[in-house]
């Protein structure tokens, strides 16, 4: 059995997943199976799977029996053997010691990993801005704030934890990590994380992270579940959700009043914490406010990467 099971559900990745694919056969650490789930991928994203896997036999190609993400990553991790499940979006990347980095690091009460995260739009070549990862396990309060696992694709986790704790949330599209990370911290999890580059997140103004409306919708889901055990968002934390929200519609563009407005509500929530540390806050606030006055080519080139 393989050390490492990838979980790796698509639908639409017909232009990016062959790159996703190679980042995986690129890696350093080898003892791994790649579950690749199909959710009713339109575009033949499935035949380029299925080449890979005729060339690798660690790659297998599976359809999801039921429908979204969430689901299909559930799937993968009722086929998967290995020890961790380690998961991957079809339109991201890993750095190539990744998974030795990760695999050498689970060490006794440690649930789940993660790394930090370059942000990029066509290659990983023009990365400008990068995630930090905090000292100490996560918490339920400080994942409230800011998400610093950010995507699924950063995210490794023992296999007896997420199947123990449920799996994923079938029914939520946005914000599922972050449900999933409040339930495993909510249930005694340590969930740390590693200071190493080990995920490219490719940034697209059509992803499912793009919908700034629908991510705080679903965000409702995952405050919910953290109500269970009796943690709610402070002003400070809500504050720091819309420095978050701001820096992505900067990063997205999705036009010119968006991050303001984002800007001004977490500002009205606590200034404070939405301006400092000001490499974060006070950044976010001045672009947020000059894009109201720059062109759309300006944005791009400013606050895109």
């Known amino acids: 059995m393989p050390k490492v099971s990838i979980i790796l559900p698509f639908h639409a990745s017909a232009p990016t997943i062959a790159a996703t694919l190679d980042s995986l056969q690129a890696q350093s650490f ?7 789930v199909n959710d009713r ?9 299925a080449e890979y896997a005729v060339r690798d036999r660690r790659i297998r190609l ?13 799937h993968g991790a009722e086929l998967a053997t290995g020890n961790y499940l380690a998961f991957c979006d079809a339109d991201d990347l890993w750095t190539p010691g990744k998974l030795a980095e990760t695999v050498a690091a689970f060490g006794p009460g440690i649930a789940g990993l993660f790394g930090q995260i370059g942000f ?26 800011e998400n610093p696992v950010c ?10 934890v997420f199947v123990t704790t449920g799996g994923l949330d079938a029914d939520a599209v946005h914000n599922e990590d972050l ?3 409040i339930r495993l911290v909510g249930e005694g999890h340590r969930i740390v994380g590693l200071n190493s580059l080990q995920v490219w997140y490719r940034t697209t103004p059509t992803g499912l992270s793009s919908d ?3 991510m705080r919708i679903g965000r409702q889901r995952a405050l919910r579940t953290a109500a269970r055990y009796g943690v709610a968002p402070t002003r400070a934390a809500e504050a720091v959700y819309f420095r978050y929200l701001a820096r992505r519609a900067l990063r997205l563009d999705t036009g010119p009043r968006e991050a303001w407005r984002l800007t001004r509500e977490g500002l009205r929530m606590n200034a404070a914490a939405f301006l400092f540390p000001a490499r974060r806050g006070v950044a976010t606030a001045a672009a947020s406010a000059l894009s109201l006055i ?5 944005r791009q080139t400013l606050f895109s990467h």
């Open 179 to 181: 449900e999933l990370l």
């Open 30 to 36: 080898t003892d791994w199976e790649a579950i690749c």
């Open 151 to 160: 995507t699924m694709s950063n995210l490794t986790l023992r296999r007896e």
């Open 62 to 74: 599976v359809t999801n029996p039921g429908t979204g993400p969430s689901d299909a990553r559930n």
């Open 120 to 145: 990029f739009t066509e290659t990983p070549c023009d990365c400008r801005t990068r995630s930090t990862v905090p000292a100490g396990a996560l918490s339920i309060a400080a994942l409230l704030a």
């Open 294 to 298: 720059l062109t759309r080519r300006l």
């Open 212 to 214: 700034l409306l629908a």
């Open 41 to 49: 991928s339109p575009d033949g994203a499935d035949r380029i799977v």
